[in-house]
């Protein structure tokens, strides 16, 4: 006997659709999910499967993202004025041709590819070049690909080089706001799950740097965790009174600069004493391993890269259904 197809003709899996589209399949979830802006079928076992008319108009919604519409405006837009719409973006560029720095629809060849633009933008204070690339590179790679591969490196790059002197601290702050922008929508285009747990995430006292906890609360968020992004230089008290009335499952710490402030140990102490026992707490950042004994005597996890983050709160993420799974039996 001949074997069914795994999906039935003229229907595709969210793997071949995103090679298509250039979409990455954790981007197209977020559209399907938070914007409705395609209804994929399911297989009898759960795997979502598009149709062509699906393709068509995922293909329309990237070209409308890439021309700079927002997906918030144009997901609820017929496939007929989606076409209308990106043929009226086109002809304006025709018409109104853009920049050399903003003419980005060609796809680049590497994450190398990306990152060099990317630092080009830096140098010549370019933020329309420097958000697209980002923003396209979002896009393509999906949130944990854009972070490992292009935001991290970016970061680490434009800091090298300003340690150096090879970049003036202007540079630095504005590729910091065009990656605190983009980081931001990757954050809050994931939609909110209330079965997700919950991370709560900061910086400390006198820590200032706030993109390594940026990048940790998109990595969770792309990890399936619901993260409340508090921002840069919060006291103990205000962090644990966070986590309180929120009730998260965690605490996710970065820690960059400075790693020699003596009031740091006691901040981390008092800290740890103030929120419940239950809830986790994750130090990061470069500047972790300085606070390494502290961090280790009151028990916290310490995360020196973003993939151990990951397998930090996967763990937790197990526990915490283990411990769901007894407490229901």
Known sequence: MKKPPSTPPGTHPIRVVSLRTGLSPDILRVWEKRYGAVSPSRTPTGRRTYSDQDLER???????????????????????????????????????PSPPSAQLDTPFGSAED??????????????????????????????????????????????????????????????????????????????????????????????????????????????????IYLGPDLPASDIARAAGIRRVRAVALSIIFPTTDPEMAKELRTLRELLPGPVALIVGGAGASSFRRELDAIGATVTPELRDLGAALNDLDRNGSSARAADAG
């Open 58 to 96: 995922l293909r329309l919604l990237r070209q409308a993202t890439l021309g700079g519409r927002r997906i918030g405006d144009v997901a609820n837009l017929s496939t007929d004025a989606l076409q209308r719409l990106v043929a009226g973006d086109a002809a304006e560029l025709v018409r109104t």
């Open 114 to 227: 990306w990152l060099e633009s990317s630092l080009g933008a830096v140098r010549a204070l370019d933020t329309t070049r420097l958000e697209a690339t980002l923003r396209r590179g979002l896009l393509a790679l999906g949130v944990p690909g854009f972070i490992e591969t292009l935001v991290v490196p970016l970061v680490h790059d434009v800091g090298r080089l300003w340690e150096g002197g090879s970049l003036d601290p202007f540079e630095e702050h504005f590729a910091t706001v065009i990656v605190r922008r983009v980081l931001d929508g990757a954050i809050r285009d994931v939609a909110e799950d209330a079965s997700r747990p919950s991370l709560l995430v900061a910086t400390p006292a006198r820590q200032r740097h706030e993109i390594g906890a940026l990048l940790a609360a998109a990595y969770a968020t792309a990890q399936g965790w619901r993260a």
